[in-house]
């Protein structure tokens, strides 16, 4: 009984995978705000282009 819980104290196995889920976990976290991000600069970007282009199209005001 005594091996077995010596062996079971000695296994950092269980600790590696809980390493790497926290680190997975992190490059998600990255990943949703870097998208976020983008997708907000994306939405700016086109909208900038759209109202250029509407503006373009219209004769101007005398």
Do not use: C, H, W
């Amino acid at each position: 009984m005594s091996n077995l819980i010596a062996r079971f104290v000695k296994d950092e196995s269980g600790a590696t995978a809980i390493e790497y889920g926290l680190i997975a976990a992190l490059i998600a976290v990255a990943i949703i705000v870097g998208a976020g991000y983008v997708g907000t600069s994306l939405n700016t970007k086109f909208t900038e282009v759209s109202t250029a282009i509407d503006t373009a199209g219209k004769p101007k005001a005398q």
